[in-house]
T-cell receptor, first 113, second 112 residues
Framework: GNSVTQMEGPVTLSEEAFLTINCTYT??????LFWYVQYPGEGLQLLLK?????DKGSNKGFEATYRKETTSFHLEKGSVQVSDSAVYFC????????????FGTGTRLLVSP | NAGVTQTPKFQVLKTGQSMTLQCAQD?????MYWYRQDPGMGLRLIYY???????DKGEVPNGYNVSRLNKREFSLRLESAAPSQTSVYFC???????????FGPGTRLTVL
């Protein structure tokens, strides 16, 4: 079946450090890929997405590139802020039949001043 | 627009009690979903409704029922709550082909 694997957290960084959160997927076909963010006490918000191979999604300084050859969609940010502390979820969506998101288990990011 | 709203925000139940979690969206979305979120397990799909008048089981439907009351509203019912249903419940809705899901703020449920 389709699945998403994320690196386990927490990821602890100092402000202005470089961030990478790894995400790989298994899918029969070519899914769309998403990163969602969940701030404390809130629901999930879409952070960025990519719908085909080599697409780069970007938002709020975060980027991720859809790599078909490595089945990956790693999240990166050049300089994190304390306000980026949250849980980040990678997810995939198959584009055939009725579409249901498949989520990874989430990676908690903690950024200290 | 309020987006996706959920009520209540918090609830404590005793084992065997019943309750209904409410969800509404004002974005004219066709599809709606119920998830539960547990530590270390990400989000798991309980039920979904592809369109008004239809509902289908997700990964973990046992112990739950749903009703798609109209296009806006999708409720989740626990008929006889169990401690294993202690979780945070999220409702979501979608509109487009690439299924960007919009989430509600969640309901934190504790079953004693």
């Amino acid at each position: 079946g389709n699945s998403v694997t994320q690196m386990e957290g927490p990821v602890t960084l100092s402000e202005e450090a470089f961030l990478t959160i790894n995400c790989t997927y298994t899918a029969t076909g070519y899914p769309s890929l998403f990163w969602y963010v969940q701030y404390p006490g809130e629901g999930l918000q879409l952070l960025l997405k990519a719908t085909k191979a080599d697409d780069k999604g970007s938002n709020k300084g975060f980027e991720a590139t859809y790599r078909k050859e490595t089945t990956s969609f790693h999240l990166e940010k050049g300089s994190v802020q304390v306000s980026d502390s949250a849980v980040y979820f990678c997810a995939l969506l198959m584009n055939t039949g009725f579409q249901k998101l498949v989520f990874g288990t989430g990676t908690r990011l903690l950024v200290s001043p | 627009n309020a987006g996706v709203t959920q009520t209540p925000k918090f609830q404590v139940l005793k084992t065997g009690q019943s309750m209904t979690l409410q969800c509404a969206q004002d974005m004219n979305h066709n599809s709606m979903y119920w998830y539960r979120q547990d530590p270390g397990m990400g989000l798991r799909l309980i039920y979904y409704s592809a369109s008004e008048g239809t509902t289908d089981k997700g990964e973990v439907p046992n112990g739950y029922n749903v009703s798609r009351l109209n296009k806006r509203e999708f409720s989740l019912r626990l008929e006889s709550a169990a401690p294993s249903q202690t979780s945070v419940y999220f409702c979501a809705s979608t509109v487009g082909l690439h299924n960007e899901q919009f989430f509600g703020p969640g309901t934190r449920l504790t079953v004693l």
